[in-house]
């Protein structure tokens, strides 16, 4: 009888074949036609509902911290010591700097000199087994030499900057995170 109202009301003619229809779902034309619309006015009702609601993504939570930022020297020194390029300048022929060794880092030294003669370098970890070592020396011309070990003895045949690279030994011990010291003197031939 529903299904027989629905068709004449959305068909506009009788349903010829009444004796199929026993209930309302047993009609699949009638069951499309009537979950259409109970299924539209539903989407329209819950895409209505979603969009309708406040846009949280253009807001931004502004905190306000009121706490006072000082620094130190020790955090200074730190962050000096965590550079991958140093700078050493040369007092008599000689300097010493501390520098901080993280795991697969490579930290290289720079220093000018016009004095020709013998460059005499240790590195030297604050771990009796650090795992540290002087891998390659840059001369001004852009040659390179090395690798060398904890020690390196060098003739500097030009004036210019030379740079000096720290790295681990990848082929001998452990990696070494940890201080480590560069002692580097430059005697006259």
Same mark, same amino acid.
């Given at each position: ?65 009121? &706490?006072?930022? =000082? +620094?130190?020297? +020790? ?9 991958? =390029?140093? &700078? ?5 022929? +000689? ?14 030294? &720079? ?55 720290? =790295? ?22």
């Amino acid at each position: 009888m529903i299904c027989k109202k629905i068709h004449t009301l959305l068909i506009g003619k009788k349903h010829i074949t009444s004796l199929f229809v026993k209930r309302v779902y047993q009609c699949t034309r009638c069951m499309k036609i009537t979950n259409y619309f109970f299924m539209l006015p539903l989407c329209l009702v819950v895409l209505t509902t979603a969009c309708n609601q406040p846009d949280n993504k253009n807001k931004k939570e502004t905190i306000t911290d009121t &706490s006072k930022i =000082s +620094s130190t020297d +020790s955090l200074r020194n730190v962050e000096q010591s965590n550079k991958d =390029s140093i &700078s050493l300048n040369l007092i008599d022929g +000689s300097a010493q700097q501390e520098a901080l060794m993280a795991q697969g880092k490579r930290i290289v030294f &720079s220093f000018e000199t016009k004095i020709l003669g013998k460059l005499s370098a240790t590195v030297k970890a604050a771990e009796p087994n650090g795992n540290v070592r002087i891998a390659q020396i840059f001369m001004p011309d852009n040659s390179a030499d090395g690798p060398f070990g904890q020690e390196m003895e060098y003739n500097l045949k030009e004036p210019g900057v030379y740079r000096i690279v720290v =790295s681990e030994n990848q082929m001998a011990g452990n990696p070494y995170n940890g201080p480590f010291t560069l002692k580097i003197k430059i005697s006259r031939r």
